[in-house]
């Protein structure tokens, strides 16, 4: 998922590619991915097959990279933006099946009062690869003489995985099979006010933070000077692995205190670290960036957790799909966009661009106080 922002940054200084045509193509891979995942969630809810589904999607992951590739390696700019289009199309599909079938996989096998903490740790983990990849981009860069030909490494080593899940799902004991049996017989009601509040809460959230970091490898490059280099790989990995730390913090006191406070607060954090990191530079710029991480990269855990309080079981990964998919995912594929019409199509704007969009993220909490309390919240509340 995490691998696009690097590819626009590849494609507009290797392939030349305008920002517009950058801005749709991270339009494309988002906005597919959000309209996917609904679909892959209900299949999954009414006919269970979590594990080969996501095999399925990592298989699609490895197949947009090539396509990627060959959009690099393209003579004509016509042809290698109708590549890039496809290879965004293609991987946005792919990347729709992880988080609400994974995370379905996690709330059904813990409590209501360990599950928050139990997506933090998936996460934690995520984030440790999300983090690592950049600078390995760059070492494998230098080990296969290219960046375009570091790309196929990459496409390779997600097939395998894809390969490695297939066979190993059925060794996985899950509750797939009772719900394949009995969610097309009760239909539970999970499309509530409570999970429309929190897609929208997610919404937007993500087309400011997500949007802002699919634009940051471009920023950092345009703006900040860093090129494409090692150090733009260790600085994407120091944004990064905010995760790892973010995520289980986050998990654990959400399990302990309200989560919609948890969320406010995260959400509050990463525009203030927004704000701070724009206007200072050095070692007090690298700290606030490293915070931003730490603070936007903590969703997982709180929007998951909160999905399985509020729905009943058979219905869960259909909400998933809406509260990450249709508003985490598709606030990643509004945020390129709006960014990039709000910078104009310049570069110099970016900035103003985000933060402009970090007010819209603090003003959407105010839909958390209009959701209802849970049965399921493991903790009493602090309001609501």
Do not use: C
């Amino acid at each position: 998922m995490f691998f696009i922002p690097v590819m626009a940054d590849l494609l507009a200084s290797h392939g030349h590619l305008s920002a517009p045509e950058v801005t749709v193509m991270l339009t494309v891979f988002y906005l597919s991915s959000a309209i996917a995942g609904i679909v892959v969630g209900r299949m999954a809810d009414r006919a269970g097959g979590r594990g080969a589904k996501m095999a399925l999607g990592i298989l699609g992951l490895a197949a947009g990279l090539m396509l990627f590739f060959a959009a690099v390696q393209a003579n004509g700019e016509a042809l290698r933006a109708t590549l890039a289009l496809v290879a965004a199309l293609v991987a946005g599909v792919g990347s729709s099946a992880y988080h609400p079938l994974g995370a379905t996989l996690i709330t059904d096998s813990f409590t209501p009062a360990n599950r928050a903490r139990a997506l933090g740790a998936n996460g934690a983990l995520g984030s440790l690869g999300r983090a690592l990849y950049p600078t390995i981009f760059f070492f494998v860069t230098g080990l296969v003489a290219s960046q375009a030909s570091a790309v196929v490494v990459f496409a390779v080593v997600a097939a395998g995985t894809a390969a490695l899940l297939w066979v190993a799902r059925t060794d996985v004991p899950t509750r797939d099979a009772p719900r394949a049996v009995i969610a097309p017989q009760v239909r539970p009601g999970w499309l509530d006010r409570n999970v429309a509040i929190l897609t929208l809460v997610s919404l937007l959230r993500s087309v400011a933070f997500t949007g802002m970091v699919a634009w940051l490898p471009t920023y950092f490059t345009r703006e900040r000077g860093l090129g494409l280099s090692t150090q733009l790989g260790l600085m994407v990995t120091l944004l990064y692995a905010g995760g790892i730390v973010g995520q289980p913090v986050f998990g654990l006191l959400a399990d302990r205190v309200d989560k919609r406070l948890m969320l406010a607060a995260a959400t509050l954090g990463a525009a203030a670290t927004t704000f701070g990191y724009l206007h200072t530079g050095g070692a007090l710029g690298l700290a606030l960036l490293g915070a931003f991480g730490v603070f936007n990269f903590s969703g997982f855990p709180l929007l998951m957790s909160l999905v399985a309080d509020y729905v009943p079981e058979g219905g869960s990964t259909t909400a998933n799909a809406f509260v990450w998919g249709l508003g985490s995912t598709g606030g990643q594929a509004l945020g390129p966009l709006v960014i990039g019409l709000l910078a104009l199509s310049s570069y110099r704007n970016l900035a103003n661009s985000f933060e402009i969009l970090a007010v819209v993220a603090v003003a959407g909490l105010t839909g958390l106080f209009l959701m209802s309390n849970s049965k399921r919240h493991s903790k009493p509340q602090l309001f609501g």
